[in-house]
């Protein structure tokens, strides 16, 4: 009987939030402080290697967001008829405040 090593340097937090890129949007399956698993529908072809820069929805209230702009690289890929499991290796991240969701809605 073996026992299998976490190999990762950083707790990964099982979480639901809303991701979104300039192609398509998702929802992560788990998030750490170097990197987001995310599962999306859309048509987007993912690449090892490709940089994506997205969104990860913290919060989002009637008239306003909290989000982490983010930046990294695509690491792994599993796809199946249903979408897209696309792991991130984070390179950047940025905590944000928006309040553009109540212009949107009026929009």
Excluded at 8 to 37: C, F, H, K, M
Excluded at 47 to 61: H, P, Q
Excluded at 65 to 83: F, K, P, Q, T
Aim: net charge positive; with cysteine; glycine share 8%.
């Amino acid at each position: 009987m073996g026992t299998t090593r976490e190999k990762r340097a950083s707790q990964r937090y099982p979480v639901a939030y809303d991701v979104e890129w300039e192609n398509g949007n998702g929802v992560t399956r788990d998030l750490s402080i170097r990197g987001v698993r995310f599962f999306t529908g859309a048509s987007h072809r993912f690449w090892i290697g490709e940089m994506l820069r997205f969104f990860v929805i913290v919060r989002r209230l009637e008239t306003s967001m909290n989000r982490l702009r983010c930046e990294g690289r695509v690491i792994r890929i599993d796809g199946s008829s249903a979408g897209w499991d696309v792991a991130v290796c984070l390179q950047n991240f940025q905590f944000e405040y928006s309040s553009s969701v109540a212009r949107k809605q009026r929009s």
